[in-house]
């Protein structure tokens, strides 16, 4: 009963903001890897932004340093994802991961089934 669920995307001018919600349930959540990625029309799924399961590292994409800031929250079991200074290059389907490398065979590896964001004048 793994359950993943994006929310908050939509349509935004260029310059302005978003923050996005994904909200787990049906696993350990503060065990797991939380990414963003992105995947616009043609292109490949792109990993935007993750956070460690502790909260103590992240990393972005080069595209999105200085605009874009992931967070978790374990006790609600959410994690947002803050867009700043949106682009039209920012337009995708934003898709929540979470991942735990359980041995060296298995991982777990769920994936929500994303929310759009259309960044258009």
């Known amino acids: 009963q793994v359950q993943i669920v994006e929310s908050g995307g939509g349509l935004v001018q260029p310059g302005g903001s978003l923050r996005l919600s994904c909200a787990a349930s049906?696993?350990?959540?503060?065990?797991?890897?939380l990414s963003w990625y992105r995947q616009a029309p043609g292109k490949e799924r792109e990993l935007v932004a993750r956070?460690?399961?502790?909260?103590?590292?992240?990393n972005y994409a080069d595209s999105v340093k200085g605009r874009f800031t992931i967070s978790r929250d374990n006790v609600k079991n959410l994690v947002y994802l803050q867009m700043n200074s949106l682009k039209p290059e920012d337009t995708a389907v934003y898709f929540c991961?979470?991942?735990?490398?359980?041995?060296?065979?298995?991982?777990?590896?769920?994936w929500g089934q994303g929310t759009q964001v259309t960044v258009s004048s």
């Open positions: 956070i460690t399961s502790a909260g103590d590292s992240t």
């Open positions: 049906g696993f350990t959540f503060n065990n797991y890897r």
């Open positions: 991961n979470a991942m735990r490398r359980v041995d060296w065979h298995t991982s777990n590896d769920y």
